[in-house]
Each structure stands twice: as structure tokens, then as C-alpha cells.
């Protein structure tokens, strides 16, 4: 902890030395003809010498402005910019710490021939709902990509996995020029497009296609970037080539090639790996060594915290518009895997009268393929009319080896039963579904008809190959010897339809939305058992009681009513639902443990959003969700597989009522460069599901499943962020966080209820220091605590606490040199002995640019140190455990990578701008 606080006076002390003066320029905003003020016109000011720009704010509903900031120029220039008004330019003297420029009157944007014509674009636009950065006003390094220019928007935030936020809220999708790019994945647009070829990055919040063709108000608080192409970068090639080897005979190498032709696009890539770089990436140590969890092309991941995994992986992606009306995109993945892990696990299981511990050490070995493809048309029959039709594919193979070792013993260290198990699975899944949405408007008030199929169906096979014995040493006659094959085939169909209606009540402010849904989801699960014919050899022996042979369906008719309220700056809306299901279930080898269930259910769904400006929001709202048992659940089926715990449901099961209230609330001041970002959410559960489980002298389980009440989960989060500009060049970025969680659960011990009170409480903070082009200091500290107390006597409270620290650092001197340093400490006092309770994890790398700055030699090193470790420790109500396993460990790898590019005139990217010479007010060009 002294290191981070050294540090952040080393950070301190870099800021009161600087020379640089704080000036606050402030002014108010009417139009020449009407004398009314402007709101929500574009302010900023500029650097002469290479219109960097310094600040810029956004005008109040009374047309005030205020700027502030640090420089060290003497002069900077002004710029303001609104829609329809001619932009206005003045060079204000930076000689006082506060100056007023009193009013000024914005003329409305006529021709006029005398005037003289700058070009100039506003770093910052307000479009309604869309918030629009120009890339030419925010600076980065030469070689920059998406992701580089993202990390100097304000209000802008991406962790070390690639997230992004804005002003706290989630991006989930990028576009380019409004389409996908490589599916879902957006690290593969951020971290593989370069900055020069981006003109405007537009945020706006995120819809669907016929949302945005309908114009309505989404409820979600998720965030879509498009990335708006330089009009003379849409014609031409680009792309990247990139190969490593290291120590151990570890390797990388990727490639990307783009093909842009106006409204057509064309990209291919490749990659591969035996380091666990998840998804797609060119080596570069932020996103190596990151521990990313975003996949290829979406969903689609290989490697994490454990174990080692080599892949291999190519797609291709293909966008175009034919004629007026037709949109096309399409891409297909494949992605193949190895992997293997070896886990050591210790645990602790809580008894209300004793406790027993349980050991455990097994190995996993899995091969896995799989091929996708999608396909999105959007056709425009005319104005008023969309069809939207989304059908995607998807094929897999993986293969898994798996052992365990598994013993048990009491308080006492009495040994009372082992297990051994060996099993060889195969699986194939295939998949098919298709969206379709048809959406009529009517009018211009928002009304619209929508009608909407969605289907999908999933078919999976598997062999499953086990030998397995399971010991009682309390009582031989409990023991399990199984020698078996499994032949399994699922299948399931699911449908869904939708009808929806708006009807706008008062002009585009009141609306009313009714809708009806149908949903009929059918799933087979067919399980053939055999167990060995000790005189033949083969699996012969048909084994009913581990056999299964369900039909399960699961049909629902939901009516809804919504009703909308929809003003300048706030909206409101409520939604009831009412369910009617039927749940049936057919058992062919069972026919006694058919069953059907009928339940009913009201919904309702109410949200309050209100917009103190276009930086600051609040959102209010409840739901009411009603979730019904799972068939697993609720089928009084004994499932035998695991000797040491057998299951079976409870037809008696009602359905979950699950209340949530929530509030988020988030703002930033672009002058002050402070951001903050708070929630606070709470659920209570009415007729929560919960396992039950009894356990005998042996220490041999049974579990069904009950009904409770009582349970909650009260949890927020609070950010605090500022950005301090120090001069030009240098800005220190530093933000404090907190995560209060307080959780109730309501669950069963050997057969006993009781409650347990989780407390966690993790608090974090983080600063970050950039001298462009001379270094980059990222220092991050955060502790978790966690206590948990029970309402039974023999339950001990508990509470466990770690730290971690992270250290990210980059520098860039001499010119073309980059070195780059990711350095982690953890400490977990709690881990048990045997374990490894502290650890420092460094890796480095050193890049150097070659080739015209086309070509990087990289030397990376990862765990320089050679420490790496994922010992960590679960507490629940029921037990503590402890686990290790296996981790990629150190090693060295020299690589090479070379980009392409040949979209428009790299030659000169600040072409036609400057206002030196400039004065008075000036007709802009957007």
C-alpha cells in the first residue's frame, strides 16, 4: 500500500511543478435576430500552433457558457458552432484567471460572399439522443488505434478487458459506417482499426433496427459507438500481419485484411496461439495479458485464469447495399481449441452439529471445434415499411478427458468415503434460428404495427464413456462400481411470436403499446445408460434407473399494455403483464412421473428517466418478474448419477416472484473533467427455489428442492472520476469507486433452515498520468471484504479480506521505442496452508518501430518473475474452499508485425485547418 501512495505523490508532485496558468472563460449565447438565447450550441477553444484542442462545453438553456482549464499559451482561439447559425470565431487572451466576453450574437448561416469561409468542425455535436466527437480535435500517438482515440473522450472509460463505458453506461455494440463489423465482439473493431481512418466516432443509445426505424424511447441504459469512415478512407485496403515465437516452443501469429469499397466491405482474418490469448488479437501486451473474456467474434473465448490453451481461428465478414432498399451482411467463424487443467481443491462443509472436509484433484483435457455463420437482411420496402430477417448457424465438436480423486472425511479426520471416476465425453451440437421482424409506421407521430417469429432449434448428441468407484468405509455395501456408456440425444424447438401495436394518445408525447406474445419451447431428452456385461465385454446391460426419456413443453400467452409519457427532458412509462403457462411433462420410460402444471402470473415493468442536461440523468424503476421452476426441478425423477448425492424434484413447487427497484444516476462536467456514476439496486424473492439437501453418516447426500421467503439483495456502486490537465501535453486522470453488497439467502443445512448475511464491501482507486508521447503511469489499488453471519448457533461468522494492486506503465522514449509493463500483487491472508497466499505478477514487453513506423519488433516477457498463481478462496453459507490449478507460467517470445493501408491521403491529416491570421466572426462548413 506505501508503494501506491509513493507513487501517487510522484504523480502529485509532476502536476505543482507545472508551469501552466488556470483561466475560467465565460460568456452567453443569443441569436442576432430573434435576441433569444441557444441552447446546446458547441463551445471550445484551440491552440493556435496545432489546433490541439484545450476545452469545450455545451450552452445552458439560458445560452450561458462557461470554460475552464489550465495552459501555458498566451492566446487561444474560440469557436462556437450551432446548427443553422454561422460559426463564430475570436481569439481570446489567456491574461486573466476569469474572463468574461459579456454576450454574443450568433448570425443565422445565410450566403454571403464577402464573408471569409473556415473550415472547422466542432470537437463535440449534440444530435438529440446522439453525441458526435470529432477524431481531428483529440490527440494520440501517431500509430493509434480505435481504442487508443476512445481512452481520450471524455466521459469515456475501458477497463483491462477491452469494456467500454460512457459516462457509466455499457457499450454493446460498435458499428462502422452504421453496419457490424465482425460480429459481437467489439475488441476486434477497437483494437484493429486505426484512429487515421476514422473521421467522427457518433454515441447514441442502443437499438434495434426497428427500434430506430420507429423512433421509440429504448429503456436499456446500454450504449452503441459508430465509427464514421473518412468519406476518402471508404475505397481501399487495410489490414495487419503479426507472428511470434518464444521459450518452450510457445508461438502467436495473426493476420487482417480489409477490403472497403463504399457501401461494400469485405474483411478476412486469422490467428492462432498457444498462450491463451482469448478470442482474436495481435499480441499487443494490453490485450495479452489483460485476462479478456470477450470472444471471437462474440461469445466465443479460449482461455481465462485457468488452465493452458492453444487455438486457431479464421472468419470472414461481408456488408453491402443493394439498390435503394436491401442491407446485407454476413460472417462466418471457426474456432478450434485445446486445452488442459489440473485443479487441487480443499474443502471446508459447514453442518449445523459438525463440519467434514473434502479433497479433490482432477485433470481435464478437451479438443473443440466449431463453425457459425450470420445473416442480416434489412430491406426497406418503402418510407414505411422494414423487414428485418436475422438467420444464424452454428456447428460444434469437442472432446473431453476427465479424471477426479475425491475423499471425505470427518471433524475427527476419519476417512468415510472416496471416489475415483474416469470419463471420455463426446458431443455434437448444431444449431439453427431465425429472427424475423416485419414493422409498418403510420404517420409521423410514432405509430407502428410490428409482427416479430423468432425460432430457434438445437440439437445435441453425445457418447459418454465412464468408470467410476465410489468406496463407503462405514459400509461396504454402499459401494458403487460403474463401467458405462451413456448414449445421449437432446433436442429442442423454440418459438415465439409477437404482435405489437402503438398508438400515439397526445401528439408524439402519450403513447399506448398493446402486445401479444406466444411462446411454445419443446425439449426431448433422451439418455440410453449401459453398464458393461462383465462376460461379454460389451455395453449391453440397459440401465433404467440412470436412463431418461423426457418431453418437456413449456407453452405461455402473454397479453401486455404499456402506456408512455415522453417530454423534452423526462419520460415515464408502465407496462402490467399478464402470463397464462402451461408446463407439462411426459416420461416415457416413467409414465407415473408425468405431470402438468398451470400457473399464472402478473408482471409489471416501470421506469422514470429525467435529464438534467445533456451530461446528467436519473432513472427510476421497478419490476415485478415472476420465474417459474425448472424441469429438473420439478419432476420427482431420482437421478442417480453421483453415488454420493442423489437428486430428485418436487412436483409441489409455485413459482419465484422476484420485486427489483433500482436508481442510476450519472453526470459529467466536461470543464471540470469530473464524472461521476452511482446505482442502487434491490431484489426481494417470494417463493425463492432453493437445493435441500440431507446428508447421512456416510456422508452420501439427497437433495429436492423447496420453496422460501425472506431472501434479498440490496447492492450499489458509486464512482468518482476527475481529469486535471496539467499543460498541453499531460493530464492526470484519477477515480475512486465503491461496491456495498449486502445479500440474504434463505437456504437448508442437512435438512435445517436457516438464514446467512453476506457483507461485502470492496472499495477501489486508481490514477493514471499521460505525457504524450513521453510515458503513461497507471496505478490501481483495491481491497474486498466479505463477512458472512448465520442464525444458527454451531455457524461460526466469518470474514475473509485480499488486496490487489496493479501497476500499468508505458514509455515511449527514445522516438520509435515502446515499452510497456503490466505488474500485479495479490495477498490473501485467508488461503489455507499449502496454498500460495501472495504473489507478484510482471510482464513486459519493449516494441520497436521499423519500416517508416509500418513494422514493430516486439521482445515481450510474461511473468517475468515466474509467480504466477490462481490460488483464491469461495466462502458460502454451506463451505470455504480453497483451489488451485494449472497456469500458463513464464516465458520469452520476440515478434514481428507489418501494416497495410492504402484508404485515402495518409500523408497529410490536418489538411485545411488553422485559424491563424483569422478574426472576427466566420461562416463555417460542417
Do not use: C
Request: hydrophobic share 30%; charged share 20%; proline share 3%.
Amino acid at each position: 500500500m506505501k508503494y501506491f501512495f509513493t507513487l501517487a505523490f510522484i504523480l502529485y508532485t509532476l502536476v505543482s511543478f507545472s508551469q501552466v496558468k488556470s483561466f475560467k472563460v465565460q460568456g452567453k449565447l443569443i441569436s442576432e435576430d430573434e435576441k433569444t438565447p441557444l441552447e446546446s450550441a458547441t463551445v471550445y477553444l484551440e491552440r493556435a500552433k496545432d489546433s490541439t484542442m484545450v476545452t469545450y462545453t455545451i450552452t445552458d438553456r439560458a445560452g450561458n457558457f462557461s470554460l475552464e482549464n489550465r495552459t501555458d499559451e498566451a492566446e487561444l482561439g474560440m469557436f462556437i458552432s450551432f446548427v443553422g447559425y454561422q460559426t463564430h470565431f475570436q481569439k481570446v487572451k489567456i491574461d486573466n484567471k476569469e474572463i468574461n466576453l459579456g454576450t454574443i450574437n450568433l448570425k443565422t448561416d445565410i450566403d454571403a460572399l464577402d464573408e471569409i469561409i473556415v473550415r472547422s468542425t466542432p470537437p463535440i455535436t449534440v444530435k438529440q439522443d446522439t453525441l458526435e466527437f470529432n477524431v481531428r480535435s483529440f490527440k494520440t500517438k501517431k500509430d493509434a488505434n480505435v481504442e487508443d482515440l476512445l481512452r481520450e473522450l471524455p466521459g469515456v472509460e475501458i477497463d483491462e478487458e477491452g469494456t467500454i463505458t460512457v459516462n457509466g453506461k455499457e457499450v454493446n455494440r460498435i458499428f462502422v459506417n452504421g453496419k457490424p463489423f465482425f460480429g459481437d465482439d467489439p475488441t476486434i473493431t477497437t483494437r484493429n482499426l486505426t484512429k487515421d481512418i476514422v473521421e467522427k466516432i457518433q454515441i447514441l443509445d442502443t437499438k434495434s433496427k426497428d427500434q430506430a426505424f420507429t423512433g421509440e424511447t429504448v429503456t436499456g441504459d446500454n450504449k452503441t459507438i459508430n465509427l464514421v469512415i473518412k468519406e476518402e478512407n471508404n475505397k481501399g485496403v487495410f489490414g495487419r500481419v503479426a507472428a511470434g515465437l518464444g521459450t518452450d516452443e510457445h508461438y502467436e501469429y495473426a493476420g487482417m485484411y480489409n477490403y472497403f469499397d463504399n457501401d461494400q466491405r469485405i474483411s478476412v482474418l486469422a490467428g492462432g496461439n498457444d498462450i491463451n490469448s482469448p478470442g482474436f488479437s495481435f499480441g499487443e501486451i494490453r490485450q495479452m495479458f489483460g485476462g479478456g473474456n470477450t470472444g471471437f467474434g462474440g461469445g466465443r473465448s479460449f482461455g481465462g485464469g485457468q488452465g493452458i490453451t492453444e487455438s486457431q481461428n479464421f472468419g470472414g465478414n461481408y456488408a453491402d447495399k443493394f439498390g435503394e432498399s436491401t442491407d446485407l451482411s454476413a460472417n462466418y467463424f471457426y474456432s478450434g481449441s485445446n486445452s488442459e487443467n489440473k485443479t487441487l481443491s480443499n474443502r471446508e462443509n459447514i453442518l449445523p452439529d459438525s463440519r467434514y472436509f473434502t479433497t479433490s484433484e482432477s485433470a481435464s483435457f478437451t479438443d473443440s471445434d466449431s463453425h457459425s455463420a450470420n445473416v442480416e437482411f434489412d430491406i426497406e420496402v418503402d418510407p414505411t415499411l422494414l423487414i428485418n430477417i436475422q438467420p444464424s448457424f452454428r456447428y460444434s465438436k469437442s472432446t473431453t478427458v476427465y479424471t477426479e480423486d475425491e475423499s471425505s472425511s470427518d471433524d475427527n479426520n476419519t476417512l468415510l468415503n472416496e471416489s475415483t471416476s474416469a470419463s471420455n465425453v463426446e458431443n455434437i451440437g448444431k444449431n439453427f434460428s431465425n429472427d424475423l421482424d416485419i414493422t409498418k409506421r403510420f404517420g409521423t407521430n410514432g405509430s407502428f404495427l410490428r409482427f416479430s417469429i423468432d425460432n430457434q432449434i438445437n440439437t445435441t448428441e453425445s457418447d459418454d464413456f465412464l468408470n467410476s468407484e465410489t468406496t463407503f468405509f462405514q459400509d461396504s455395501s454402499r459401494d458403487v462400481l460403474r463401467e458405462q456408456y451413456t448414449d445421449g440425444d437432446s433436442k429442442s424447438n423454440q418459438f415465439s411470436s409477437s404482435l405489437t401495436y402503438r398508438v400515439p394518445l397526445i401528439g408524439k408525447e402519450f403513447f399506448a403499446e398493446f402486445q401479444y406474445n406466444y411462446s411454445n419451447n419443446k425439449q426431448e431428452n433422451i439418455k440410453s445408460t449401459f453398464d458393461r456385461d462383465s462376460g461379454t465385454g460389451e455395453y449391453s446391460d440397459f440401465n433404467t434407473d440412470q436412463s431418461t426419456d423426457f418431453e418437456y413443453t413449456n407453452k405461455a400467452q402473454t397479453p401486455s399494455l404499456e402506456l408512455e409519457y415522453r417530454k423534452e427532458n423526462w419520460s415515464a412509462s408502465i407496462e402490467t403483464s399478464y402470463i397464462f403457462r402451461t408446463l407439462e411433462n411426459n416420461d416415457g420410460l416413467r409414465p407415473n412421473l408425468s405431470l402438468t402444471r398451470d400457473f399464472e402470473a402478473v408482471e409489471l415493468n416501470s421506469r422514470f428517466r429525467y435529464s438534467f442536461s445533456p451530461q446528467a440523468s436519473l432513472t427510476v424503476g421497478y419490476n415485478l418478474n415472476n420465474n417459474v421452476p425448472q424441469l429438473s426441478q420439478l419432476q420427482p425423477f431420482v437421478n442417480v448419477s453421483n453415488p454420493l448425492n442423489t437428486i430428485v424434484g418436487n412436483p409441489e413447487l409455485e413459482p419465484e416472484n422476484a420485486h427489483r427497484v433500482y436508481v442510476n444516476y450519472n453526470t459529467f462536467d466536461f470543464q471540470k473533467g469530473t464524472g461521476f456514476y452511482g446505482y442502487f439496486n434491490a431484489n426481494f424473492q417470494n417463493n425463492q427455489v432453493v437445493s435441500k439437501t440431507t446428508i447421512d453418516e456416510n456422508l452420501q447426500r439427497e437433495t429436492t428442492y423447496a420453496n422460501v421467503n425472506g431472501a434479498y439483495n440490496i447492492n450499489g456502486y458509486a464512482s468518482l472520476n476527475k481529469k486535471v490537465t496539467i499543460d498541453s501535453l499531460r493530464t492526470l486522470n484519477f477515480g475512486v469507486g465503491i461496491n456495498p453488497n449486502i445479500r440474504r439467502s434463505i437456504n437448508f443445512n442437512n435438512g435445517i433452515q436457516y438464514s446467512s448475511l453476506n457483507t461485502t464491501l470492496s472499495p477501489s482507486i486508481d490514477l493514471r498520468l499521460v505525457w504524450r508521447d513521453v510515458l503513461e503511469i497507471a496505478p490501481t489499488y483495491s481491497l474486498s471484504y466479505t463477512k458472512n453471519t448465520f442464525d444458527i448457533d454451531n455457524f461460526n461468522t466469518q470474514e475473509f479480506i485480499s488486496h490487489n494492486m496493479i501497476l500499468n506503465t508505458a514509455t515511449f522514449l527514445p522516438k520509435g521505442f515502446e515499452w510497456r509493463n503490466d505488474i500485479r500483487f495479490n495477498y490473501n491472508p485467508n488461503i489455507a496452508d499449502g496454498f500460495q497466499k501472495s504473489a507478484w505478477f510482471w510482464n513486459s514487453s519493449l516494441a520497436y518501430s521499423v519500416l517508416k513506423d509500418q513494422g514493430t519488433v516486439t521482445l515481450k516477457v510474461y511473468d517475468l518473475l515466474n509467480q504466477n498463481t490462481n490460488a483464491r478462496r469461495v466462502a458460502t453459507q454451506n463451505y470455504i474452499e480453497d483451489t488451485q490449478s494449472t497456469v500458463l507460467t513464464q516465458y520469452f517470445m520476440l515478434s514481428f508485425s507489418w501494416k497495410f493501408n492504402t484508404l485515402g491521403d495518409q500523408a497529410n491529416p490536418n489538411s485545411g485547418r488553422g485559424w491563424q491570421g483569422g478574426g472576427g466572426n466566420f461562416r463555417g462548413r460542417r
